[in-house]
């Protein structure tokens, strides 16, 4: 894809953590409760209550910001930011001040070969990273609105991301990197639907080599990934057939509809809010000392960037290909049990990426209820490279029986009758019996037509049942033609 225009997005996530009390009071974190049943005076902000820090918060935003090398400030403090809404019962929401707990960092993604210029991981900065407060939530019908409490004082954290993604791929993937890091720290359980993980799109488009950025749109609550790559590609097009009419966008904020697969104005962008900003008197400043960032970046557990480098270096994968692999626990693990039984990474990750991953797809659930063992796929491709079975043999009736429950490969192979032919004298006859069948075909490929040896190695192969070995049958007719 060749283009004269330019894509800036920066992405802005709120990740709700996993912590089993809410932010500043003893109330469960838990979704789903009955309304307004998880509420206290202070997360309701009766007067004369006061807020305690909850430290488990403080640990899992310190967790995250180690894991993407950033900056941990020793030394930040907790602020009101006032605004009206009902579901907000303080009148403001206590987030951090102009210092947040977690500055800088990055995090790497897999950069989309369309905009840049090799392919492989690129590093996406990450602005900063604070914790808050989330608000209640409001459900508005006819002719009311209702307000459930229950999520008002569940601790964010909200993950500034910089605007460096330079296509709706590239946001998705990093959403996608964000996401697996943020769950296998452990600090939030990611489930998109019931809003633990949500995110706002800022996106712009410039021509090619102006340096100001074009006018920004933001889109708000983009709540699974296939939204948030739907909306950029909607809205990237939309800014360039306007600026290519001439026309400039209008800064403003957009809803995704999702059943139309449109965006949508929500409110244009006046002169910012002014929240009144002022630090909260009624929390201590937030100190972090060394001993407690040396406890945590102990207890981490093995990310995925290290995961996915672990990939590459050891099995001689691509980023592509390790990134593909790593995407999920249990699959990364089959992978390594059935690369080290066959000694054939290459393979074990064609057959994972393929054939194994069409038939999860196809049949739903994943690499465990797939029902074939890691031993089995090992064995299945072994026996590929003994050249006891040819790949497509393999692909075509070993693998569905695999599948069907028809026992191991060995024994697929012996019932069925599906050892390979690799006899020259047997391949040979075969070879004579369609070269005679075919003398037309066998005088034009003498002349010059080479398309035709093609058709000739298949009419073997379909005579053969499929089970001659393509090599020799490649070999007796290099030595006939
Ligand atoms: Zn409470």
């Given at each position: 894809m060749h283009s004269d225009y330019e894509t800036i997005i920066g992405l802005e996530v709120h990740a709700q953590l996993s912590?089993?009390?809410?932010m500043f009071c003893a109330c469960a974190n838990k979704y789903?409760?009955?309304?307004?049943?998880?509420?206290c005076p202070i997360c309701l902000g009766m007067p004369g209550t006061l807020p305690t820090l909850n430290a488990r918060a403080v640990d899992m935003a310190i967790a995250f910001g180690l894991a993407v090398n950033a900056v941990i400030q020793k030394k930040s403090r907790f602020y009101r930011k006032q605004y009206f809404y009902p579901d907000l019962p303080k009148g403001y929401q206590i987030t951090q001040g102009p210092v947040a707990v977690v500055e800088g960092g990055s995090l790497e993604i897999l950069g989309d070969p369309a905009v840049r210029s090799s392919e492989g991981n690129i590093q996406i900065g990450i602005e900063r990273a604070h914790l808050e407060e989330d608000s209640g939530k409001s459900t508005h019908e006819a002719k009311r609105s209702l307000v459930d409490l229950n999520r008002a004082g569940v601790p964010l954290l909200e993950i500034v991301g910089r605007?460096?993604?330079?296509?709706p791929t590239e946001a998705y993937n990093y959403l996608k990197a964000l996401h697996r890091l943020l769950t296998a720290l452990d600090i939030c359980d990611g489930n998109m639907e019931e809003g633990s993980f949500r995110c706002d799109a800022n996106v712009s488009v410039r021509p090619k080599g102006q340096e100001a950025f074009g006018v920004r749109v933001e889109i708000k609550n983009l709540n699974s990934f296939r939204y948030v790559r739907q909306a950029l590609e909607y809205e990237v097009k939309r800014h360039t057939e306007l600026l290519k009419a001439g026309s400039t966008p209008i800064q403003e904020t957009r809803g995704w509809d999702t059943d139309k697969g449109e965006s949508r104005i929500?409110?244009?962008?006046?002169?910012?809010?002014?929240?009144?900003y002022f630090p909260e008197p009624d929390l201590p400043p937030l100190e972090i000392s060394q001993t407690e960032l040396e406890t945590i970046r102990l207890s981490m557990p093995e990310l995925p960037s290290a995961h996915k480098k672990r990939f590459t270096d050891s099995y001689g994968l691509t980023d592509y290909e390790a990134e593909m692999l790593t995407q999920d626990r249990a699959f990364a693990d089959y992978f390594e049990s059935v690369a080290k039984l066959c000694n054939n990474p290459k393979q074990t990750c064609n057959w994972m990426l393929g054939e194994l991953s069409r038939a999860i797809n196809e049949r739903g659930g994943n690499i465990k209820t797939l029902g074939v063992s890691a031993e089995y796929l090992a064995e299945l491709i072994s026996h590929v490279d003994n050249k006891t079975v040819n790949l497509n043999t393999a692909k075509e009736a070993i693998f569905p029986a695999l599948l069907a429950g028809e026992g191991g490969p060995r024994e697929v192979i012996e019932k069925r009758g599906l050892?390979?032919?690799?006899d020259t004298g047997a391949v040979e006859a075969i070879v004579d019996s369609v070269l005679t069948a075919h003398p037309t075909q066998v005088s034009e490929l003498r002349a010059g037509?080479?398309?035709?040896r093609g058709f000739l190695v298949g009419q073997v192969m379909k005579a053969g049942k499929g089970k001659v070995n393509p090599q020799i049958v490649n070999e007796i007719l290099d030595r006939k033609l």
């Open positions: 912590t089993r009390s809410k789903g409760a009955e309304p307004n049943t998880l509420i605007p460096e993604l330079r296509s929500q409110r244009e962008k006046a002169e910012a809010m002014d929240y009144r050892a390979q032919i690799s037509n080479t398309k035709l």
